[in-house]
């Protein structure tokens, strides 16, 4: 699984979560004086708390004489709410053991002493053994760990299980600090739901400056960040807690509401309840005195993140204007519209995300529950269910929001599609806000099976942007962020002054490739022939269960060639049209355009074709999903237009029968106005 998805990160973060909750168990041994041995116990721990740069850290604290590998391990949790990272392999500066600590905001003024107990053992030969047993391996290092903190039983087995020593750090060895550390706090919402809010100064930050705050927020299922040395949020789209600072930014990051260490249920963005937590933190930046105020009670606050991260940008802003700038990636417009298109259910995606919650500990509204099983098993989603999603996200507040706004959306996004970034960007333009630029990259909900572009400039984007709106800092010129920019299926970038919304003049006219091509008749059975999942190939591969969201060519289809001769681009959204006559269970037909090159499909992505199976002839009329690709030469570069009976990103068990397609018609956008861009390196 790539390292960009946004799933890939909820269940890493899950990880990170069952192998803190499981060890935080903690006996007399832990009470010991960690600089004491035992035996000939080589390992000494001696509890060193610094601060470096506003961030307190943990590192050189250990010393062993035998060489061997170490495990850290967090027994015993901050007593007063606080947090401990250890450094991850992708820190910069990554050193294994070292670690960050977050004191709860109780004890920043040395008043009060905040403690934790870190387990330093030896991994042997034994331990690794048992980790290596399918299914009992996963049960194997908490025992091993519980082990290592019993009394004379621990000793006993230290020449088999590893010797281990234990250090209890305490808060009140550095602080006070003399300028902002970071820090942790349990912030009471708008209805006395205890939200759990991370703040790191900006780079350089010393007692009584002030900076701009930017407020980084996580995925579904992943906590808000903690550790300030993290480059990025999703990684190619989103900037870090490590890079918000060096560009001179407080930043808050943050666990959604019934998510990890925040209270109440979540309720997917829900301007209600998600929206108004967002608010809270808002007025609480405005308390701090290092963060920058417009007015009293206003701040300065920009706002970054992807998907979940992203939709609660666009919610938050649309109902609180102390926002001043947003930059939401591969966010949504309408959930609806989003998971249940033509009303056919993703069920791959939608089950995905279920999973990643569950797996999480998130406590979440249980329509959702139902929600996505009935999806699942009929297809369908109920009134009471759309009634939800409907309430989740911006769709009609976003008639409120005039602020400027940078949207990052994927181009192979199975789940939250381009168009929902164009739909976003329709209704803040007719707001009369001008300041509105767009991105599409090769990521997203999916995977970049064409492999991802470099460079990207989702990342420099943002820093230009939050600077240019938050410091009044003008960008270089001739660095300006362009109005639009997106990457084609070759990797190649173009750009143009004009957004791809509905009547824009970016559009050319359109093209008619296909005009009353014949069809055939297509048998519909589940899953046999039909398209997904899509893997691709090594090194840009799609593994299970994440491959299921994507489209692949199918073997039981429909196949009219598409002429491209005289065509240089596709941009948007193609228009599909045919007849049909046919008797079954099914709903649907689906549609695709494939990369005869390649043999992928393009943008991963599959159009569910709403068709009534009554034996009657009709015509279906679609709007496909918006691709981007690029006709170098129309002998090389050219596509096949497939009509499937099923796929594995809207899977249904009960969809069977037999239809007669003809008369089909393709009309594809091509754009009017653009460049090629060469981005720096």
């Given at each position: 699984?790539?390292?960009?998805?946004?799933?890939?990160?909820?269940?890493?973060?899950?990880?990170?979560?069952?192998?803190?909750?499981?060890?935080?168990?903690?006996?007399?041994?832990?009470?010991?004086?960690?600089?004491?041995?035992?035996?000939?116990?080589?390992?000494?721990?001696?509890?060193?708390?610094?601060?470096?740069?506003?961030?307190?850290?943990?590192?050189?604290?250990?010393?062993?004489?035998?060489?061997?590998?170490?495990?850290?391990?967090?027994?015993?949790?901050?007593?007063?709410?606080?947090?401990?990272?250890?450094?991850?392999?992708?820190?910069?500066?990554?050193?294994?053991?070292?670690?960050?600590?977050?004191?709860?905001?109780?004890?920043?003024?040395?008043?009060?002493?905040?403690?934790?107990?870190?387990?330093?053992?030896?991994?042997?030969?034994?331990?690794?053994?048992?980790?290596?047993?399918?299914?009992?391996?996963?049960?194997?290092?908490?025992?091993?760990?519980?082990?290592?903190?019993?009394?004379?039983?621990?000793?006993?087995?230290?020449?088999?299980?590893?010797?281990?020593?234990?250090?209890?750090?305490?808060?009140?060895?550095?602080?006070?600090?003399?300028?902002?550390?970071?820090?942790?706090?349990?912030?009471?919402?708008?209805?006395?739901?205890?939200?759990?809010?991370?703040?790191?100064?900006?780079?350089?930050?010393?007692?009584?400056?002030?900076?701009?705050?930017?407020?980084?927020?996580?995925?579904?299922?992943?906590?808000?960040?903690?550790?300030?040395?993290?480059?990025?949020?999703?990684?190619?789209?989103?900037?870090?807690?490590?890079?918000?600072?060096?560009?001179?930014?407080?930043?808050?990051?943050?666990?959604?509401?019934?998510?990890?260490?925040?209270?109440?249920?979540?309720?997917?963005?829900?301007?209600?309840?998600?929206?108004?937590?967002?608010?809270?933190?808002v007025s609480w930046v405005a308390g701090l005195s290092a963060s920058t105020l417009?007015?009293?009670?206003?701040?300065?606050?920009?706002?970054?993140?992807?998907?979940?991260?992203?939709?609660?940008?666009?919610?938050?802003?649309?109902?609180?204007?102390?926002i001043d700038a947003i930059v939401p990636g591969i966010a949504w417009n309408s959930?609806?519209?989003?998971?249940?298109?033509?009303?056919?259910?993703?069920?791959?995606?939608?089950?995905?995300?279920?999973?990643?919650?569950?797996?999480?500990?998130?406590?979440?509204?249980?329509?959702?529950?139902?929600?996505?099983?009935?999806?699942?098993?009929?297809?369908?989603?109920?009134?009471?269910?759309?009634?939800?999603?409907?309430?989740?996200?911006?769709?009609?507040?976003?008639?409120?929001?005039?602020?400027?706004?940078?949207?990052?959306?994927?181009?192979?996004?199975?789940?939250?599609?381009?168009?929902?970034?164009?739909d976003n960007a329709q209704t803040v333009l007719a707001n009369g806000n001008t300041?509105?630029?767009?991105?599409?990259?090769?990521?997203?909900?999916?995977?970049?099976?064409?492999?991802?572009?470099?460079?990207?400039?989702?990342?420099?984007?943002?820093?230009?942007?939050?600077?240019?709106?938050?410091?009044?800092?003008?960008?270089?010129?001739?660095?300006?962020?362009?109005?639009?920019?997106?990457?084609?299926?070759?990797?190649?970038?173009?750009?143009?002054?004009?957004?791809?919304?509905?009547?824009?003049?970016?559009?050319?006219?359109?093209?008619?490739?296909?005009?009353?091509?014949?069809?055939?008749?297509?048998?519909?059975?589940?899953?046999?022939?039909?398209?997904?999942?899509?893997?691709?190939?090594?090194?840009?591969?799609?593994?299970?269960?994440?491959?299921?969201?994507?489209?692949?060519?199918?073997?039981?289809?429909?196949?009219?060639?598409?002429?491209?001769?005289?065509?240089?681009?596709?941009?948007?959204?193609?228009?599909?049209?045919?007849?049909?006559?046919?008797?079954?269970?099914?709903?649907?037909?689906?549609?695709?355009?494939?990369?005869?090159?390649?043999?992928?499909?393009?943008?991963?992505?599959?159009?569910?074709?709403?068709?009534?199976?009554?034996?009657?002839?009709?015509?279906?009329?679609?709007?496909?999903?918006?691709?981007?690709?690029?006709?170098?030469?129309?002998?090389?570069?050219?596509?096949?237009?497939?009509?499937?009976?099923?796929?594995?990103?809207?899977?249904?068990?009960?969809?069977?029968?037999?239809?007669?397609?003809?008369?089909?018609?393709?009309?594809?956008?091509?754009?009017?106005?653009?460049?090629?861009?060469?981005?720096?390196?």
């Amino acid at each position: 699984m790539p390292v960009d998805n946004p799933l890939a990160l909820a269940l890493a973060a899950f990880t990170r979560r069952e192998s803190a909750s499981a060890l935080t168990t903690t006996t007399a041994a832990a009470q010991t004086t960690a600089s004491l041995t035992v035996g000939s116990n080589p390992i000494i721990v001696t509890p060193t708390l610094t601060i470096s740069n506003g961030v307190i850290v943990g590192q050189s604290y250990v010393t062993d004489s035998s060489g061997s590998t170490l495990v850290y391990t967090l027994v015993s949790a901050p007593d007063k709410g606080g947090k401990v990272t250890f450094s991850a392999t992708t820190d910069p500066n990554y050193v294994k053991g070292n670690f960050v600590y977050l004191p709860d905001q109780s004890v920043l003024s040395g008043a009060t002493n905040e403690k934790f107990t870190i387990m330093v053992a030896q991994s042997t030969a034994f331990d690794q053994f048992l980790g290596n047993i399918p299914i009992l391996g996963s049960l194997a290092t908490p025992i091993i760990n519980l082990l290592h903190q019993t009394p004379i039983l621990g000793d006993l087995l230290a020449p088999v299980i590893g010797y281990s020593s234990l250090a209890t750090f305490n808060s009140n060895t550095v602080l006070p600090a003399t300028n902002p550390v970071a820090y942790t706090y349990k912030m009471p919402s708008f209805d006395g739901t205890l939200i759990s809010v991370n703040w790191f100064p900006a780079t350089g930050l010393t007692a009584g400056q002030q900076q701009q705050t930017v407020l980084d927020g996580p995925g579904l299922a992943t906590a808000g960040q903690t550790d300030p040395y993290q480059l990025y949020g999703i990684s190619g789209l989103t900037p870090g807690v490590s890079q918000l600072r060096d560009a001179g930014y407080n930043v808050v990051t943050w666990d959604p509401r019934g998510e990890f260490a925040s209270g109440g249920i979540l309720q997917l963005d829900n301007p209600f309840f998600e929206g108004r937590d967002v608010s809270a933190i808002v007025s609480w930046v405005a308390g701090l005195s290092a963060s920058t105020l417009n007015t009293t009670g206003d701040p300065v606050v920009g706002m970054v993140g992807g998907s979940y991260g992203g939709g609660i940008q666009l919610t938050s802003a649309s109902v609180d204007p102390r926002i001043d700038a947003i930059v939401p990636g591969i966010a949504w417009n309408s959930l609806n519209n989003s998971l249940y298109p033509n009303d056919a259910f993703k069920t791959a995606y939608g089950s995905l995300l279920l999973l990643s919650l569950i797996t999480s500990g998130a406590r979440i509204n249980n329509q959702i529950y139902l929600g996505v099983l009935s999806g699942d098993l009929i297809g369908r989603l109920s009134e009471t269910a759309q009634a939800v999603l409907s309430s989740s996200g911006p769709t009609s507040l976003l008639n409120n929001l005039k602020i400027p706004v940078l949207f990052l959306q994927g181009t192979v996004d199975v789940l939250f599609t381009l168009q929902q970034a164009i739909d976003n960007a329709q209704t803040v333009l007719a707001n009369g806000n001008t300041d509105v630029k767009m991105v599409w990259y090769c990521g997203g909900h999916g995977v970049c099976l064409t492999g991802p572009t470099s460079p990207n400039p989702n990342l420099a984007n943002t820093i230009t942007f939050l600077n240019e709106q938050l410091k009044g800092i003008a960008p270089p010129i001739g660095s300006e962020i362009p109005n639009f920019q997106y990457t084609d299926q070759k990797g190649n970038w173009y750009q143009s002054t004009d957004l791809p919304v509905a009547g824009s003049p970016f559009f050319g006219t359109p093209e008619q490739v296909l005009t009353n091509a014949s069809g055939g008749v297509l048998g519909i059975v589940p899953f046999l022939g039909g398209s997904g999942p899509g893997s691709g190939t090594p090194p840009y591969q799609a593994t299970l269960p994440y491959s299921l969201g994507l489209a692949s060519k199918a073997s039981n289809a429909i196949n009219v060639a598409v002429n491209t001769t005289g065509i240089n681009q596709i941009v948007g959204s193609p228009t599909l049209s045919f007849d049909y006559q046919g008797i079954g269970t099914n709903r649907f037909v689906y549609a695709q355009l494939v990369d005869n090159k390649t043999g992928l499909v393009v943008g991963n992505l599959v159009t569910p074709v709403a068709v009534t199976m009554d034996g009657q002839t009709h015509t279906a009329t679609v709007n496909m999903e918006n691709i981007v690709y690029t006709v170098d030469d129309p002998n090389v570069d050219n596509l096949t237009l497939q009509i499937t009976s099923s796929t594995t990103a809207y899977w249904s068990l009960t969809s069977y029968g037999v239809v007669n397609i003809s008369n089909i018609n393709l009309t594809v956008p091509t754009p009017a106005n653009i460049s090629p861009e060469l981005l720096p390196t």
